[in-house]
């Protein structure tokens, strides 16, 4: 029913811009950027924790504030300050803009 | 009181624990709750007056499917030495 509406501009070869909400830069900035918010760290075992990323070392030895441990989805363990040894993280994601 | 702004490196977390009893998770299901004497960079631990505690899962025959029975088993030790390549996780105690 949407005859009357024109059809889409050709398709540009140029790329696509990258939408200014999209982090830039090394991992070092991005680690750099999340600290103090809210995010995911992944272990390995599948293990999730979620809480405010308080510091990080060169290790990714991790301390980690108001943290959830999440297993399949579910809360095992609450956690007012836990430190996570780096060897044991998998990744570390952004719960929050940052 | 705010510890937040005493922690720069994660490793402070755990100087500000020391003399405290701390939750430790360990490798092959296993955790610790002691009181901590000493740490290095390794995480090497030195922990006294510690419990045990070995989480036992019976995964019931074919994964997924069925609920595993999870049976734990309880120790205490005076004084344990923890090598830091096994531990995951310490938590301070929450104040």
Known sequence: MDESTPPPPPAELSPPPVPSTVPSGSPTDFLKGVVGKRVVVRLTSGVDYRGVLSCLDGYMNIALEQTEEHVNGVVTNRYGDAFIRGNNVLYISAAEAI | ?95
Request: charged share 25%.
């Open chain 2, 1 to 95: 009181m705010d510890t937040s702004s005493a922690i720069q490196e994660p490793f402070d977390l755990i100087r500000l624990s020391l003399s405290e009893r701390v939750f430790v998770k360990l490798r092959g299901d296993r955790e610790l709750s002691g009181i901590l004497h000493a740490y290095d960079g390794h995480m090497n631990l030195i922990l006294s007056d510690v419990e045990e505690t070995i989480l036992i899962v019976d995964q019931a025959d074919g994964a997924g499917e069925g609920q595993p029975t999870v049976n734990m088993a309880k120790r205490k030790m005076d004084m344990l030495f923890v090598r830091g390549d096994g531990v995951i996780l310490v938590s301070p105690p929450s104040r």
